[in-house]
T-cell receptor, first 115, second 119 residues
Framework: AQTVTQSQPEMSVQEAETVTLSCTYDTSESDYYLFWYKQPPSRQMILVIRQEAYKQQNATENRFSVNFQKAAKSFSLKISDSQLGDAAMYFCAYLSMDSNYQLIWGAGTKLIIKP | GAVVSQHPSRVICKSGTSVKIECRSLDFQATTMFWYRQFPKQSLMLMATSNEGSKATYEQGVEKDKFLINHASLTLSTLTVTSAHPEDSSFYIC???????????????FGPGTRLTVL
């Protein structure tokens, strides 16, 4: 069974600085997707970025980028120029192509932005 | 982008009553819908997966007779918490995946959640 591990329960960063959130996963599948979701205090889940496992190029979305290391089964999220609105819970998730497209979730990392 | 709504956003009920939560995909056909439960400061816990027109598949430990899921159309799924008790108080989130554009089969679109409080 697949597992997702986020080893940082909480991270803090100064506004305008860069922060990296860690995520590792375990799987025997070769084809899958990885996601980072943001859950602000409103609790609405918001997709931040998506990575297809078959793509070697790291995904980027404006200030958000990932470092995808398939062999190491690592999928970290880098947030550049951190803004106050980035404060939220961040969840790493693995999409299993073989299990009705279920998402396997990490425990989450609470990101605090210091003004 | 694909939009999923949930109703109600918040509900308070007495112990022993049943509560229905609706999840609607507003601008796409959701072939699969997922129901999650989230406790404070924790991750999402998958309760069940439902495909349109089929019986829901429940995760281990989730009582199917207590959490009734119906996915009768491609735009609507309902979760009914029967004979609710205080321990059922939680935040319930639905998500949907389906025909919402290129690659959407591999992405879940989330509703805003429903906070259930059972007195």
């Amino acid at each position: 069974a697949q597992t997702v591990t986020q080893s940082q329960p909480e991270m803090s960063v100064q506004e305008a600085e860069t922060v990296t959130l860690s995520c590792t996963y375990d799987t025997s599948e070769s084809d899958y997707y990885l996601f980072w979701y943001k859950q602000p205090p409103s609790r609405q889940m918001i997709l931040v970025i998506r990575q297809e496992a078959y793509k070697q190029q790291n995904a980027t979305e404006n200030r958000f980028s990932v470092n995808f290391q398939k062999a190491a089964k690592s999928f970290s999220l880098k947030i550049s120029d951190s803004q106050l609105g980035d404060a939220a819970m961040y969840f790493c998730a693995y999409l299993s192509m073989d299990s009705n497209y279920q998402l396997i979730w990490g425990a989450g990392t609470k990101l605090i932005i210091k003004p | 982008g694909a939009v999923v709504s949930q109703h109600p956003s918040r509900v308070i009920c007495k112990s022993g009553t049943s509560v229905k939560i609706e999840c609607r995909s507003l601008d796409f056909q959701a072939t699969t819908m997922f129901w999650y439960r989230q406790f404070p400061k924790q991750s999402l816990m998958l309760m069940a997966t439902s495909n349109e027109g089929s019986k829901a598949t429940y995760e281990q430990g989730v009582e199917k007779d207590k959490f009734l899921i119906n996915h009768a159309s491609l735009t609507l799924s309902t979760l009914t918490v029967t004979s609710a008790h205080p321990e059922d108080s939680s935040f319930y989130i639905c998500s949907a995946s389906g025909l919402a554009g290129e690659g959407s089969y591999n992405e879940q679109f989330f509703g805003p959640g429903t906070r259930l409080t059972v007195l």
